[in-house]
């Protein structure tokens, strides 16, 4: 884990340029990185590498870095913001040689993949929602789009956090019996990311797995 959060911050402070459209990425400018980016590297250093992973909003890909590395070879990330999806692309070619990764949309697309590893992590689609039912329904449409895959990887705002937000209103934060009513016939795991007033907000990142 520690070689490959060398790589990436060697490779961010030589594109200082990128931050200019996601400043968030300047927590890849030093290590140790994030709390869910060091979870998501141990969850997937103990799933087969044949599996094929599903990565929903990958931003400039320094989670998608984590497949690459670990030597995923069947790989579909999506991000609708075309200048994060065009970093994502050049970082994953420039590092890895991986062209056919990052797609510029969102998920599900047309012609969308199944997968046995879905990874949502360090996103949140606010715009797309506007209750808490709507948003809980969103991630579980997600996991279906993915054909019901044997992981999902979900990090989501919790409960704990709760200042006044316009930004991330309260509908979208999720309690661990939210998360259990979504995914009731599923074994799952839960670990604290960011933590109110330390951080921004408070964060939960779930590796759910069908039992």
Known sequence: MEELEELL?????????????????????????????????????????????????????????????LGFSRVS?????????????????????????????????????ECDVLVLVNCVYDELADSKVGYKKILKDYYKHAGNPQYFIMEVIDNSYTIEDEVFPKYLRLSHMDVEEMFPNCQIQSWQTYKYPQNKKSKTLYLIEKK
């Open 9 to 69: 911050k060697k490779y961010n402070l030589d594109h200082l340029e990128d931050l200019i459209v996601s400043p968030w990425s300047e927590q890849y400018c030093v290590t140790p990185f994030p709390k869910y980016w060091q979870i998501t590297y141990q969850i997937m250093s103990k799933i087969p590498s044949n599996k094929r992973v599903v990565e929903i909003g990958c931003g400039q890909g320094d989670v998608t870095a984590i497949f690459c590395q």
């Open 77 to 113: 990330s999506y991000e609708k913001a075309p200048l994060l999806a065009v970093n994502a692309k050049r970082r994953l070619n420039d590092l890895f040689g991986r062209e056919d990764i990052v797609s510029f949309g969102e998920y599900p697309a047309i012609c969308h993949t």
